[in-house]
């Protein structure tokens, strides 16, 4: 079942559009395995590579999407364990500044992608249906475990267009 976007955040939204599957464990086992295989194919002189200055290198994206996808998930487990403390939102940019994505092996990145997404993908799986269903606040907005389950899927294909139109094109 796809998301009630009416629950959701106007800006996540996009990422949840782009989860062409309607049911969440559909989703991550299909989408996943996708996300690696760009990854794996993605050129090593292109790992380093700004589209433009001051964006993100490819490796920086990755990185990116691996804290946010920790961060989400524990968003979603928070919830799904009824805790009703508001919790914080947090700065992508002041995360990549602080990464230091740019001393990390590659393989290492996407070793490391795969473990976080199998933790998320073991976490989903585990909630039943009233865990899907809670909500919680975060970054001051009310949102709930099975769209944040969308959005993790979501935000890396988002992110593999964006790889693939700016700086692979």
């Not at 490819?58 to 961060?71: F, L, P, T, Y």
């Not at 919790?87 to 500044?97: H, I, K, Y």
Request: proline fraction near 5%; charge should be negative.
């Amino acid at each position: 079942m796809r998301p009630d976007l009416s629950r959701v955040p106007q800006f996540y939204h996009n990422y949840i559009s782009q989860v062409p599957q309607d049911d969440l464990m559909k989703a991550f086992s299909t989408e996943t395995p996708a996300f690696v295989g760009f990854m794996e194919s993605v050129p090593a002189e292109k790992h380093d590579y700004r589209y433009a200055p001051g964006k993100w290198t490819i490796r920086e994206v990755i990185q990116h999407i691996i804290d946010a996808e920790r961060i989400f998930a524990y968003r979603a487990l928070r919830f799904a364990r009824k805790d009703a403390t508001p919790l914080p939102g947090f700065d992508e940019n002041t995360f990549a500044d602080n990464a230091k994505a740019d001393r990390r092996e590659w393989n290492d990145l996407v070793e490391e992608f795969k473990v976080v997404r199998a933790a998320s993908q073991y976490l989903f799986a585990s909630f039943d249906e009233e865990q899907m269903e809670a909500s919680g606040t975060s970054n001051n907005n009310s949102i709930y475990v099975r769209a944040v389950g969308f959005i993790l899927v979501g935000h890396c294909n988002h992110h593999m267009r964006v790889i693939r139109e700016r700086y692979l094109g």
